[in-house]
């Protein structure tokens, strides 16, 4: 049993509606998922209610197995609000918020701050808050399940106050996102309570083996499918899927190496400005020790005599 926290992906339980407006379904066993923007693998295998409910089994350690007690509350409008969110639902009187992602993000608090506003506004925009009479809303809980090239633990958990600017020991508001590490070779008791979970983290794993095997992002991609096909994994949702796979995957890699480049771009930024921080302040302690003048200093690095001066204050 693999009891860690939840995440967004919004359902209900039935006879615990939270929502009077009809759950649109492509198919039967088909989730309604937010699919204007650019979609993803990922979404494309746990939009299938009974893959969803595999995965939350996973997570939560429960054992349901009626899909139909799930209940979608996805926001439509969530895009133009600048709010992405992958699979949501409330099952069991709590709302979960599962979203995959290929890189680190600790913003991911604030997001789902906004986010888990917005739908609970929705959910009681018919009522008053005002009353005396305590209105009750489903727990929230929330999940991230990564699989980027980073180096990551199996398991961590981002907190929303981890961006206050001063720290609080006990914050009056605080909202924690628990993050799963689903690459190969982590998190062996989810992957095994999850199957669909095991062999979407293989797929993904053989792309980037045959990336680098022949540098090139069609051929890496199609060999991988006819390896998953061969061998049993995720063969059924790839050939049915083949094309959308292909080009959702090519999408996908493409995105995560601009990520991936932007990323060391930044810590390439930050380096230059650690080396420039460090100088001022190496200078700041010349001057201090009489060393050199407070004119000298700001010439070295380039600065007025009164900017390296309020340099000195903000350093002191």
């Not at 290929?102 to 808050?129: G, H, M, Q, W």
């Not at 998190?187 to 993904?204: G, H, Q, T």
């Amino acid at each position: 049993m693999y009891l860690p926290h939840h995440n967004p992906r919004r359902y209900y339980m039935k006879n615990q509606t939270v929502t009077d407006k009809p759950i649109p379904s492509a198919s039967p066993n088909s989730v309604s998922v937010n699919r204007q923007y650019k979609d993803t693998v990922f979404r494309m295998l746990f939009s299938d209610r009974n893959n969803l409910l595999a995965l939350y089994n996973a997570v939560s350690g429960c054992n349901y197995t009626d899909a139909e007690k799930l209940t979608i509350v996805t926001l439509e409008n969530a895009i133009y609000l600048g709010m992405k969110n992958d699979l949501a639902f409330v099952l069991d009187m709590s709302i979960y918020l599962y979203e995959h992602q290929s890189t680190v993000n600790p913003n991911i608090p604030l997001r789902d701050l906004f986010y888990i506003s917005a739908e609970y506004n929705n959910l009681v925009k018919d009522e008053s808050l005002y009353s005396s009479a305590l209105k009750k809303i489903p727990a929230p809980r929330f999940f991230v399940f990564y699989n980027g090239t980073d180096l990551q633990a199996d398991r961590l958990i981002y907190r929303l106050s981890d961006a206050y600017l001063s720290k609080v020991s006990d914050p009056d508001l605080e909202l924690k996102v628990t993050v799963l590490n689903i690459n190969t070779g982590h998190n062996a008791e989810l992957m095994s309570e999850c199957e669909i979970l095991r062999e979407y983290s293989l797929y993904v794993s053989k792309i980037r083996a045959n990336m680098k095997l022949y540098n090139n992002l069609d051929k890496a991609v199609n060999q991988s499918i006819d390896e998953c096909i061969s061998e049993g994994i995720l063969s059924d949702f790839l050939r049915k899927n083949r094309a959308e796979v292909i080009m959702t995957s090519i999408f996908e890699y493409n995105k995560e190496e601009e990520e991936r480049k932007l990323r060391s771009a930044e810590r390439e930024a930050g380096y230059a400005d650690g080396l420039a921080q460090g100088s001022i302040k190496m200078l700041i302690q010349l001057v201090n020790n009489n060393v050199i003048s407070t004119a000298d200093a700001a010439k070295q690095i380039n600065m007025s005599e009164e900017e390296f001066v309020e340099k000195m204050k903000q350093n002191q």
